[in-house]
Nanobody, 125 residues
Framework: QVQLIESGGGSVQAGGSLRLSCAASGRTFSVYNMGWFRQAPGKEREFVAAIRWGGTIYYSDSVKGRFTISRDNSRNTMYLQMNSLKPEDTAVYYC???????????????????WGQGTQVTVSS
């Protein structure tokens, strides 16, 4: 089992920045494919960004150029640096992980086996 714990959420004004962290348990973090998703009130959970075990990175079009995903395998931690935040970025942000490395899908919830509890990000205009 893998436990994921997100932190770093909060309230910020539009144009501001936040950095989310996702701490993972387990000794094989370096071979997990990881991702960030978010869910706004009344909307479905959507893909934000992903980083594969080999370092390949993907972003949704809505955050490309503003958000940066990274990982520190020595700390078993993944990060999401969010800059130029917009009110539409308001959501609960979830980190996700999978040890199944053979799949090519990275932007679907079904590609991930483990989920954190979520952290709230609120951006005011």
């Amino acid at each position: 089992q893998v436990q994921l714990i997100e932190s770093g959420g909060g309230s910020v004004q539009a144009g501001g920045s936040l950095r989310l962290s996702c701490a993972a348990s387990g000794r094989t973090f370096s071979v997990y494919n990881m991702g960030w998703f978010r869910q706004a009130p009344g909307k479905e959970r959507e893909f934000v960004a992903a980083i594969r075990w080999g370092g390949t990175i993907y972003y949704s079009d809505s955050v490309k150029g503003r958000f940066t995903i990274s990982r520190d395998n020595s700390r078993n931690t993944m990060y999401l640096q969010m800059n130029s935040l917009k009110p539409e970025d308001t959501a609960v942000y979830y980190c996700a992980a999978t040890a199944k490395l053979g799949g090519t899908i990275y932007d679907a919830q079904t590609a991930y086996d483990y989920w954190g509890q979520g952290t709230q990000v609120t951006v005011s205009s």
